[in-house]
Nanobody, 123 residues
Framework: QVQLAESGGGLVPAGASLRLSCAAS????????MAWFRQTPGKEREFVGA???????YYSDSVKGRFAISRDNSKNTLYLHMNSLNPEDTAVYYC?????????????????WGQGTQVTVSK
């Protein structure tokens, strides 16, 4: 049974940094492309960034230069390092796994999802 478990969310002031983690189990983690998406109420899930199985990273324009994705295959864990947070980054953040990549940005192409972790950035 595949499980993705996000952690590290919380309430932070604008300008702060935060690191999210996604612990994976039940899959060959190193063989999967991994991604972070976020969602706010009433809006569609938004692509944040992704990392290929080989470590190539991709980011949305809204977070490029502020966020960084990394993975530790020895720990089956995905990370999202978030810097210079602003209130527009407030959302529930989800990690996702895709075995055979057809699109990094299309949420429908991902095979597995975590339950999400809330990030709230105050003004």
């Amino acid at each position: 049974q595949v499980q993705l478990a996000e952690s590290g969310g919380g309430l932070v002031p604008a300008g702060a940094s935060l690191r999210l983690s996604c612990a994976a189990s039940g899959l060959t983690f190193s063989s999967y492309a991994m991604a972070w998406f976020r969602q706010t109420p009433g809006k569609e899930r938004e692509f944040v960034g992704a990392i290929s199985s080989r470590g190539t990273t991709y980011y949305s324009d809204s977070v490029k230069g502020r966020f960084a994705i990394s993975r530790d295959n020895s720990k089956n864990t995905l990370y999202l390092h978030m810097n210079s947070l602003n209130p527009e980054d407030t959302a529930v953040y989800y990690c996702a796994a895709q075995r055979l990549v057809s699109s990094y940005t299309d949420s429908s192409k991902y095979n597995y999802w975590g339950q999400g972790t809330q990030v709230t950035v105050s003004k």
